[in-house]
Structures are given as structure tokens and as C-alpha cells.
């Protein structure tokens, strides 16, 4: 019997899903079923309760195109009210899939994923998620850009979570805007915002990679001048954040877990990473074929494994213990 999945949304009747994201529906794995549902709501209170009353038939909960400002909170709630996986996918999928990206992007310069300084540019929840998962992963110097210039502590009208955030990053608070920001940076991630051209990724340091998230059009732009940076790096095929879906919920599922947790975040994206093997890592390929069918398997069964792991019962033993076989 296959898992259902709602995908629930805000979208106006016009709206509808983009090329890539009709593909990727159209391969949900056999275990899995996705449903699309639109509610009529804008009212978060009322979308909440929506998607609560439907989660009744469900198994999971696939949150996408959502309003940035409500996103997080909605699923904050959901997450603690309900007792089925819930995940925004805008976020957490674009987060597993770039940090995959970056432990490859390590290995092919030799260096510990910690180590590298990136950039994330963007507006939205995807920017945010990506940048709560690297933090919790140990990279440090990370810099936000948004259409109003770097993310720092200086700047007074940030939402709550990247205010948070400004605290987070951007080590030597530096102020400005893209320019500024990649000076250095051993990655760009682009989602969104700006249009980064050549003259923006001459200063990145050299053997950098550059990330792009799927959006509506490229973000990427030859300069009208080019210039002759030592630094410019080769753009990435594109990211595709449902190299992340439906395997991220299939693990889940078959493991028995309620929610989709950091930990399986994580194994979701060290999968991902381990498909490229070391011999095909360029600067151009530092992730698989989205379409591979070996992707969604490799994925579910590390957030498989990972869902089983976190539902062991854990033994405390008092001090000075011994086990009946242990020396004495």
C-alpha cells in the first residue's frame, strides 16, 4: 500500500507548477503518492487548520509555495501539532541538495566542508534554510545577500529570521552588497535577487564554485565586459531541489518517524554526495543527474536508516554499573 503525501498551497487559480516541478511529480517514487491540494485561504490561522483537518488521511506533509513571511511559522506549528512527517521543501529540499553539493565542492579542493566561505544570495526561505543547515554543519563564514545588500548586524528592518541570522553569519560584519560579499567566498549560491554577472564572480577565490538554484530564468549573465579574473569560477548545472524529494520523505516513512529531523537532513545529503564518485567531481558536477533513478532509493534508505537509529531505546546505566558479562 503506497504513502500519501499532500502538498498543500496558497496558490491563486492561475498559478501553476513550473516544468521542472511537474517532472519531479511525475516521478514520485512507486511507495509514494502526492497529492496537490489548493486552499482558498490566505489566513494562516485558516490554512493551518486546513492542512490539519486533511493530514487525517495523510501520511506526510509536503509544504511548497507559501508566502516567505508565513512559511516558517506554519510550519512550526505543524511540526508540533502534527505526528506525521511535515516538511517545506522550498527550505529544507534546497538546503540538503546545496549542502550535498558543498561537501563535493570540498572534497574536489581537499578540504573539510567547515572550511569553506560561501555566499548565499537570494531572497526567500530556501536562502534561509540553506543557511540554517550549513550552520548547524559546522560552516562558519557564510554571508547573506538580499535585494537590499549583505545580511549584517547594522541593518534594522530584517524580519525576526534573519535577524537571527545576521547574528549567525557574516563573521566580520561586513556591510554592502554582492560586490562585497564574494570577495574571497570558495561558493555562490544564487536563488533569486540579483543578477550575478562575471564582474560579481571575478572575485570569488579561485577554484570556487557557483550554485544555482532553479528559478524561473538564469541568474547567471555574461558581463557586457568581460574581464580577466584568475578567480572566475566554471557556473554548476543547475540545482534542482528535488534531488532531495520524494526520497526524504520515503526514508522518513519507512522508518517509522514522525518528523523529518536535522540528522536525516544531513544523511539525505551526504547520499546525494556520495553518488558522484571522486574520479567525475569537477567544478561543473559536484551532484547527480536529478533524474537518476538511483537518487531517490540512496536517499530513503540513509534517512531510513538514519529515522530507525533515532527510535533505538538508549540505555542509561547509574555510575559504577557493571553488565552481568563484564570483567570484574
Not at 174 to 188: F, K, M, P, S
Not at 190 to 197: C, L
Not at 278 to 301: C, H, I, M, N, Y
Request: negative net charge; glycine residues 8%.
Amino acid at each position: 500500500m503506497s504513502s500519501r503525501i499532500i502538498e498543500p498551497s496558497a496558490r491563486s487559480g492561475d498559478s501553476r507548477p513550473g516544468k521542472e516541478a511537474t517532472q519531479a511529480r511525475s516521478r514520485v517514487c512507486d511507495q509514494l503518492e502526492l497529492i496537490p491540494i489548493t486552499l482558498g485561504s490566505q489566513n494562516l490561522v485558516e490554512f493551518v487548520e486546513s492542512v490539519k483537518q486533511v493530514s487525517r488521511y495523510v501520511d506526510a506533509v509536503c509544504l511548497d509555495s507559501i508566502s516567505t513571511l508565513q512559511c516558517y511559522e506554519i510550519e512550526t506549528i505543524l511540526n508540533d501539532e502534527l505526528q506525521i512527517p511535515v516538511m517545506h521543501n522550498e527550505q529544507h529540499g534546497s538546503a540538503i541538495v546545496v549542502f550535498a553539493a558543498l561537501i563535493n565542492a570540498a572534497r574536489l579542493r581537499g578540504r573539510k566542508v567547515g572550511q569553506l566561505k560561501v555566499v548565499i544570495a537570494g531572497d526567500g526561505p530556501a536562502c534561509t534554510g540553506i543557511a540554517e543547515l550549513l550552520l548547524a554543519q559546522g560552516i562558519a563564514d557564510i554571508i547573506l545577500v538580499d535585494s537590499q545588500g549583505i545580511v549584517s548586524r547594522e541593518r534594522s528592518e530584517l524580519n525576526a529570521v534573519k535577524d537571527d541570522l545576521a547574528w549567525l553569519t557574516n563573521p566580520g560584519n561586513r556591510i554592502g552588497g554582492l560586490q562585497e560579499a564574494v570577495n574571497g567566498a570558495d561558493a555562490i549560491i544564487a536563488s533569486g535577487g540579483e543578477v550575478i554577472t562575471d564582474l560579481h564572480l571575478d572575485g570569488l577565490a579561485p577554484d570556487a564554485v557557483a550554485l544555482e538554484l532553479v528559478p524561473s530564468h538564469p541568474l547567471f549573465v555574461p558581463a557586457t565586459e568581460p574581464t580577466a579574473g584568475a578567480g572566475r569560477p566554471v557556473i554548476s548545472t543547475r540545482i534542482n531541489k528535488f534531488l532531495a524529494f520524494p526520497g526524504t520523505f520515503q526514508g522518513a516513512l519507512d522508518g517509522g518517524s514522525k518528523c523529518i529531523t536535522l540528522d536525516m537532513k544531513v544523511a539525505a545529503a551526504r547520499a546525494i554526495a556520495d553518488i558522484v564518485a571522486e574520479k567525475d567531481l569537477e567544478r561543473d558536477q559536484v551532484f547527480p543527474d536529478w533524474q537518476g533513478s538511483g537518487v531517490t532509493r540512496a536517499v530513503a534508505r540513509a534517512v531510513e536508516t538514519t529515522a530507525r537509529r533515532s527510535l533505538e531505546p538508549t540505555v542509561l546505566l547509574s555510575k559504577g554499573f557493571q553488565l552481568s558479562n563484564s570483567p570484574t
